[in-house]
């Protein structure tokens, strides 16, 4: 497998457009079951499912640039944990929303199951 590191993820290929209704706190949910990258670790590959909330201020995130920068982690090394917040960087960088969650649930691999949740901007512990 060729397996590359960050550089191989590339968040230029995220657009967005102008949000029509920026008085509209209206939330916004993606959903892919088709995410993929490589443990850095171990070489074997990730597959999980991807949810991103959002709620847009004045851009919204175009889906088939969303598809092709998801594209961009396939053969990236990158860990679970990393791989999540990542992608929510990227995100919030792309589009500025109002707020924005993210979930990153992988498949069971060598009998363990992890999902990764990452918000922004983040909540103060209480």
Same mark, same amino acid.
């Given at each position: ?5 960050? %550089? !191989?993820?590339?968040? =230029?290929? @995220?657009?967005? &457009? ?7 706190? $209206?939330?916004?949910?993606? $959903?892919? +079951?088709? &995410? ?5 670790? =171990?070489?074997?590959? +990730? #597959? *999980? /499912?991807?949810?991103? /909330?959002?709620?847009? !201020?004045? !851009?919204? @995130? %175009?889906?088939? =640039? #969303?598809? #092709?920068? @998801?594209? =961009?982690? /396939?053969?990236? *090394? ?9 992608? @929510?960087? +990227? ?9 924005? %969650? ?16 990452? /918000?922004?901007?983040? %909540?103060? $512990?209480?």
């Amino acid at each position: 497998m060729d397996q590359e590191g960050y %550089e !191989r993820i590339n968040p =230029s290929l @995220l657009d967005t &457009f102008p949000y029509e209704y920026p008085g509209s706190d $209206a939330a916004v949910e993606i $959903a892919t +079951d088709e &995410f993929t990258a490589v443990c850095p670790w =171990s070489g074997l590959p +990730d #597959f *999980g /499912r991807l949810t991103v /909330r959002y709620v847009p !201020r004045e !851009r919204v @995130l %175009e889906l088939k =640039s #969303f598809k #092709f920068y @998801l594209h =961009s982690y /396939r053969n990236a *090394g990158i860990y679970q944990e990393h791989a999540a917040n990542r992608i @929510l960087a +990227d995100l919030v960088a792309a589009t500025a929303p109002k707020w924005m %969650e993210l979930v990153l649930d992988y498949n069971v691999r060598g009998g363990v199951h992890t999902t990764v949740r990452a /918000r922004w901007p983040q %909540e103060e $512990a209480g």
